[in-house]
């Protein structure tokens, strides 16, 4: 019996499914993070652990890896030949590799319009109109991701140095977090230095928390972000009345933070990342799958 696997991988952690060939869930696993740029074999080892403990939660034997056929939507696709990579070391009997945002976008709209706002450890902007799809970010931390985790929490970090040192005034946020480090700067900049996206995203909910409470830098760094995720919905958007979905673990926090002309596009989403995984693994390799068998 065939089988088709669907692989969300994402920076903070990956979802797996397996199912048979019409698109049945079978089993479900959970691994690390799985973001191919920013930490490859990690990666890897991420992947396949989630398709095992899939295959595992369906009561099947670990050898349907080599049998089964794979459709993964994995943070860091887009950039240089990571795909590529990844796609020749794993153990699937084949394998197509998409962004995490073309996942995405399938599990929210199907295949209608629409734009899809994926926001979490990292961030990219999915949309849909008359089938012709736009990608805007997605770049990684470093240099994009504008309103993610990583880069709240990067941001955060700078707010506390320039506090310790007495450029910025302080607050209860910057106080907080110099206290995480035992009011090392030095600390800080040790961990900063060798920090992952979801390590320096682990201090997005402390800004949203500590902004829930008028605290001045935190009111400041979620604004900022809120006003960098309007411009980019605002290219996206433009003229036509495409319905918005917000998606990622930021998504929902985000959306009740939107002005009024975008909360009122926004949709709840038909379906996550892991569910359009699947559709896609179903429609890439549902037909050839079957004829195989």
Not at 225 to 237: G, R
Request: glycine residues 14%.
């Amino acid at each position: 019996m065939p089988f088709v696997i669907g692989i969300d991988g994402g920076g903070t952690g990956c979802r797996a499914v397996l199912a048979d060939m019409s698109g049945k869930p079978l089993g479900t696993g959970r691994a690390g993070a799985a973001n191919i740029m920013t930490g490859f074999d990690a990666a890897r080892k991420s992947i396949i652990a989630a398709a095992e403990a899939a295959i595992a939660d369906a009561g099947l034997d670990r050898q349907v890896i080599e049998e089964a056929s794979a459709f993964l939507g994995l943070a860091g696709a887009n950039i240089g030949d990571y795909s590529s990579r990844i796609s020749d070391i794993l153990p699937f009997r084949q394998s197509r590799i998409a962004t995490d945002a073309e996942i995405s976008m399938q599990g929210a709209i199907g295949d209608g319009d629409g734009v899809v706002a994926i926001i979490g450890t990292g961030s990219v902007f999915v949309c849909r109109l008359n089938n012709v799809v736009r990608t805007v970010g997605g770049w990684g931390f470093t240099v994009g991701d504008l309103g993610s985790g990583a880069r709240l929490g990067r941001a955060l970090l700078q707010e506390s140095l320039l506090a310790y040192d007495g450029i910025h005034e302080g607050s209860e946020l910057t106080r907080r977090v110099l206290a995480n480090f035992e009011d090392s700067p030095q600390t800080l900049v040790e961990y900063a230095h060798t920090a992952l996206p979801g390590e320096f995203g682990k201090f997005a909910p402390l800004v949203f928390e500590l902004a829930g409470k008028q605290d001045p830098i935190a009111m400041r760094l979620v604004g900022r972000a809120v006003s960098d995720l309007e411009e980019t919905l605002d290219a996206l958007i433009s003229d036509n009345d495409l319905p918005i979905c917000m998606l990622g673990g930021l998504g929902g926090v985000y959306r009740d933070l939107l002005g009024e002309r975008f909360r009122i596009r926004v949709r709840p989403p038909r379906g996550d990342a892991a569910s359009g995984a699947l559709a896609l693994a179903v429609k890439h390799f549902g037909s050839e799958a079957g004829e195989s068998a």
